[in-house]
């Protein structure tokens, strides 16, 4: 199974700043079609979680966007700029190039 | 507006069955296929399989085979998740998701469905 490893898994922000988070993946997420098939989700406490970046880079429909996504080879980035007190919740990469579809193990962001 | 809502919180015994639903609505339901994802009590999120509700045909994870079923009603739009024999370990929280193929991205998803499985 490819293992996402994601870091850091509490990442305390002040409102305002920006926040990064790391996600690494064990195997090459790059399909022949040229998409890198990982997905950034987010979720907020109590509810379900909400995609935030798909293939890679592009943003969803309706995601602000304070919010992207880069890579390089295996290791995936998202970027939040100017945190917002809404942000807190939980974020989750996600691979589904291969199967078993898998994600990090979440990386909780958390307000100063 | 697409939608999928999740049949409520069910609490069972070990050993009893169980189908939990999931029902699409706001767009071509044949045309996404449904994911199911479980998280256990304050853990993350883990992949059980999906369905294409055109031909229910089924991809399961491996870590979930033989242990539930899924399967699909296209008449009412919705998708089932089917246990025979639940464990204790069972006891979490089910997410349905609609899952775009071209993308295979989980672009909706249900307001979860909380099973407690408890002697």
């Known amino acids: 199974d490819v293992v996402m490893t994601q870091s850091p898994l509490s990442l305390p922000v002040t409102p305002g700043e920006s926040a990064s988070i790391s996600c690494r993946s064990s195997?090459?997420?790059?399909?022949?079609?040229?998409?890198?098939?990982v997905d950034w989700y987010l979720q907020k406490p109590g509810q379900s979680p909400q995609l935030l970046i798909y293939?890679?880079?592009k943003r969803a429909s309706g995601v602000p966007d304070r919010f992207s996504g880069s890579h390089s080879g295996t290791h995936f980035t998202l970027i939040i700029n100017e945190v917002q007190a809404e942000d807190v919740g939980v974020f989750y990469c996600?691979?589904?190039?291969?199967?078993?579809?898998?994600f990090g193990q979440g990386t909780r962001l958390e307000i100063k | 507006e697409v939608q999928l809502v999740q049949s409520g919180g069910e609490v069972k015994k070990p050993g009893e069955s169980l189908r939990i639903s999931c029902q699409g609505s706001?767009?071509?339901?044949?045309?996404?296929?449904i994911t199911w994802l479980r998280q256990m009590p304050g853990k993350g999120l883990e992949w059980m399989g999906n369905?294409?509700?055109?031909?229910?045909?089924?991809d399961y994870s491996l870590s979930f085979r033989g242990h539930v079923t899924f399967s699909v009603d296209q008449s009412i739009s919705t998708v089932y998740l089917n246990w025979s024999g639940l464990k204790a370990s069972d006891s979490a929280i089910y997410y349905c998701?609609?899952?775009?193929?071209?993308?295979?991205?989980?672009?909706?998803w249900g307001q979860g469905s909380l099973v407690t499985v408890s002697s």
């Open positions: 998701a609609r899952h775009a193929p071209h993308t295979s991205t989980f672009d909706s």
């Open positions: 706001g767009y071509r339901f044949s045309s996404y296929w």
């Open positions: 369905i294409d509700p055109r031909d229910s045909y089924v």
């Open positions: 195997q090459n997420l790059l399909h022949t079609n040229g998409e890198t098939y």
């Open positions: 293939l890679g880079s």
């Open positions: 996600m691979q589904a190039l291969h199967t078993p579809i898998t």
